[in-house]
């Protein structure tokens, strides 16, 4: 009987443990990348982002899908004929995957813009002066 009973045991524990199992392989990760575009003050702005041989294009505030890449990404915005404002933006990456990938058209996995870019715009070419109050003084 004990040896039914340590047997029934062993089943159970070895029956929970795989259950328990969890898996360490990172989950896998798109050749894309969501980006949102803020321009503080300013809605509607059109904005073209520029990085390698891929351009793209979204109103601002929005969000595009960009391909991952070792590039710098140049962003242009404007909204008339009065306003406009510029940005670069640079990506993290695995030196060894970028060198792979750099001047083709293949995935880099690694490679990481920042989520949000924020691009200040500027009327008729001069710096917005926009005071900020800090709350409490």
């Avoid at 993290?92 to 996995?109: H, N, Y």
Wanted: glycine share 8%; with cysteine; net charge positive.
């Amino acid at each position: 009987m004990k040896l039914k009973f340590a047997a029934l045991a062993a089943v159970l524990l070895l029956a929970a443990c795989a259950e328990k199992e969890v898996s360490l392989a990172p989950p896998p990760r798109t050749p894309y990348q969501s980006i949102v575009i803020n321009t503080p003050g300013v809605t509607g702005a059109n904005c073209v982002m520029q990085g390698g041989l891929n351009t793209y294009s979204v109103k601002a505030p929005g969000t595009v899908m960009v391909r991952r890449a070792p590039d710098v990404m140049n962003i242009s915005c404007f909204k008339g004929d009065h306003m406009a404002g510029r940005g670069i933006v640079r990506p993290s990456f695995a030196p060894s995957e970028a060198a792979e990938v750099k001047g083709t058209q293949g995935s880099c996995i690694s490679c990481a813009y920042p989520n949000t870019v924020t691009v200040a715009m500027s009327l008729n070419g001069s710096a917005m002066n926009v005071p900020v109050t800090v709350w409490p003084r």
